[in-house]
């Protein structure tokens, strides 16, 4: 028994030396196998905002076992997110794995939404007036003159050749009318613009006559009728307008202030209220003139009534339009429409408050109808956004003015000047965000 315990123990101990004698071995993990992830794409869009607006994040990510974001913008449960930024920010995505980590930047522009503002800042100059441009009408004996009062705008200093709007006033035919919407045409000249104001001179007794037979209409009896006054301011607003536009030659010829100052190149004419009917029909619409003069055109070369424009117009703007069944304005249905030959940039600027003498919906109406392509509208959603409003005189809501003011400089400088940024203003968010969604810019 003792010799077998024995033999036990020293085995034992044997065995506890040899085991004593020999180095530790540390087992390592296996190592990692996979590479590192790989991040394809990261990208914010749009990548450029307005304060208040949201952008998405993207990202295509693979071999990844935990994807993070800095700054933090809450669980990542797919591969995109969306976020609204107060500032500028740049995100960081980051993508693990046992390989280790790859990241990716991606940067999100945040600026303040703002009105534009035309890039060029004149002060108007004394306004030239006692110009009055004459033209001829009728055929063979029945020929007459027809005399249109201008006064011209223009900035002081301004050099080189200058963009020039064509106003037409609102209202009646008004032997006074270039001196109205004197705030329009100050605006404009601001912006580096000559601005020719016209006033639409009503006719006499026998002018109304004259009119009637150049058109193989019988005389009226009844030459106090509104329907009479109707019809020969129908006519005479577009005609007067192309007579002024035709005259711009000579102008600077017998103007020393406007001598090689226009820019035949840049030419735009607008109007508010009924001066919209003479910007639309100047430069495009047709109108149903009578019961046997139906789709008239103002442009149509071919008509002995008509005298041919001379120079090309760049843009139209119409503050406060009529639509359909208004001035002779129609809509038959099938395209069969006023405006279906408007290929001209066009702006449109109305409200729901904008009611006089036409219902907001009818100034509405001819927008979708012109045909697609640099058209745009701007409406204010506010009742105290009222007719007046769009001649920049409503003194009892004043707020409005710089959104209407704003938007038509844009429209101008953009489709007159060429201005890019300009135009690119008029497809933004800048003035719904700025009038807390009353306003609202539409492009078709």
């Given at each position: 028994m003792t010799?077998?315990f024995?033999?036990?123990?020293?085995?034992?101990a044997?065995?506890?030396?040899?085991?004593?004698?020999?180095?530790?071995?540390?087992?390592?993990?296996?190592?990692c196998?996979?590479?590192?992830?790989?991040?394809?794409?990261?990208?914010?869009?749009?990548?450029?905002l307005?304060?208040?607006q949201n952008?998405?994040?993207?990202?295509?990510v693979s071999?990844?076992?935990?994807?993070?974001?800095?700054p933090?913008?809450?669980?990542?449960?797919?591969?995109?997110?969306v976020?609204?930024?107060?500032?500028?920010?740049?995100?960081?995505?980051?993508?693990?794995?046992?390989?280790g980590?790859?990241?990716?930047?991606?940067?999100v522009?945040?600026?303040?939404p703002?009105?534009?503002?035309?890039p060029?800042?004149f002060?108007?100059?004394?306004?030239i007036?006692?110009?009055?441009?004459?033209?001829?009408?009728?055929?063979g004996?029945?020929?007459?003159?027809?005399?249109?009062?201008?006064?011209?705008?223009?900035p002081?200093?301004?050099?080189g050749?200058?963009?020039?709007?064509?106003?037409?006033?609102?209202?009646?035919?008004?032997p006074?009318?270039?001196?109205?919407n004197?705030?329009?045409?100050?605006?404009?000249?601001r912006?580096?613009?000559?601005?020719?104001h016209?006033?639409?001179?009503?006719?006499?007794?026998?002018?109304f006559?004259?009119l009637f037979?150049?058109?193989g209409?019988?005389?009226?009896?009844?030459?106090?009728?509104?329907?009479?006054?109707?019809?020969?301011?129908?006519?005479?607003?577009?005609?007067d307008?192309?007579?002024?536009l035709?005259?711009?030659a000579?102008?600077?010829?017998?103007?020393?202030?406007l001598?090689?100052?226009i820019?035949?190149?840049?030419?735009?004419i607008?109007?508010?209220?009924?001066g919209?009917?003479?910007?639309?029909?100047?430069?495009?619409?047709?109108?149903?003139?009578?019961?046997?003069?139906?789709?008239?055109?103002?442009?149509?070369?071919t008509k002995?009534?008509?005298?041919?424009?001379?120079?090309?117009?760049?843009a139209?703007l119409?503050n406060?339009?009529?639509?359909?069944?208004?001035?002779?304005?129609?809509d038959?249905?099938?395209?069969?429409h006023?405006?279906?030959?408007?290929?001209?940039p066009?702006?449109?600027?109305?409200?729901?408050?904008?009611?006089?003498?036409?219902?907001p919906?009818?100034?509405?109406?001819?927008?979708p109808?012109?045909?697609?392509?640099?058209?745009?509208?701007?409406?204010?959603?506010d009742?105290?956004?009222?007719?007046e409003?769009?001649?920049?005189?409503n003194?009892?809501?004043?707020?409005f003015?710089p959104?209407i003011?704003?938007?038509?400089?844009?429209?101008?400088?953009?489709?007159?000047?060429?201005l890019a940024?300009?135009?690119?203003?008029?497809?933004?968010?800048?003035?719904?965000?700025?009038s807390t969604?009353?306003a609202?810019?539409?492009?078709?």
């Amino acid at each position: 028994m003792t010799s077998k315990f024995t033999r036990r123990l020293l085995a034992l101990a044997f065995g506890l030396a040899a085991c004593g004698g020999e180095e530790s071995t540390t087992v390592e993990p296996p190592s990692c196998a996979i590479p590192s992830p790989a991040i394809s794409g990261f990208a914010a869009s749009p990548a450029a905002l307005l304060t208040g607006q949201n952008t998405t994040l993207s990202w295509t990510v693979s071999g990844a076992s935990q994807v993070a974001m800095t700054p933090s913008v809450g669980t990542l449960a797919s591969s995109s997110v969306v976020v609204t930024p107060t500032a500028s920010t740049t995100y960081q995505l980051s993508a693990t794995n046992c390989a280790g980590t790859t990241t990716a930047q991606a940067t999100v522009t945040v600026t303040s939404p703002a009105l534009y503002t035309s890039p060029d800042q004149f002060t108007p100059a004394t306004p030239i007036d006692g110009i009055n441009i004459a033209a001829q009408y009728g055929v063979g004996g029945n020929t007459y003159t027809r005399t249109t009062p201008i006064l011209v705008r223009h900035p002081q200093g301004a050099t080189g050749r200058r963009p020039l709007i064509l106003w037409s006033h609102g209202g009646g035919m008004l032997p006074d009318g270039k001196y109205h919407n004197d705030e329009w045409g100050n605006l404009f000249v601001r912006a580096g613009y000559i601005v020719i104001h016209m006033s639409h001179v009503p006719r006499t007794g026998p002018e109304f006559s004259l009119l009637f037979t150049e058109f193989g209409l019988a005389p009226p009896t009844d030459t106090v009728a509104s329907e009479i006054f109707e019809f020969a301011a129908n006519i005479d607003r577009p005609r007067d307008a192309i007579a002024v536009l035709n005259a711009l030659a000579s102008l600077e010829q017998t103007n020393p202030q406007l001598a090689g100052r226009i820019d035949f190149d840049r030419i735009a004419i607008g109007g508010w209220s009924r001066g919209s009917y003479t910007a639309r029909t100047t430069a495009c619409a047709k109108i149903n003139l009578a019961p046997t003069i139906l789709r008239y055109s103002f442009r149509d070369v071919t008509k002995v009534t008509n005298t041919p424009l001379r120079v090309q117009l760049k843009a139209v703007l119409a503050n406060s339009p009529q639509g359909p069944g208004r001035l002779s304005f129609y809509d038959n249905g099938g395209g069969d429409h006023s405006w279906n030959e408007c290929t001209l940039p066009d702006l449109t600027q109305t409200a729901s408050g904008d009611a006089t003498d036409t219902p907001p919906a009818n100034r509405v109406a001819p927008f979708p109808l012109l045909p697609p392509g640099n058209k745009h509208m701007m409406f204010i959603n506010d009742v105290s956004a009222t007719h007046e409003s769009f001649g920049l005189v409503n003194t009892t809501s004043p707020q409005f003015d710089p959104w209407i003011a704003s938007t038509a400089l844009a429209f101008f400088d953009g489709y007159v000047k060429g201005l890019a940024p300009a135009r690119s203003y008029l497809t933004t968010a800048n003035l719904q965000l700025i009038s807390t969604g009353k306003a609202t810019l539409t492009t078709r």
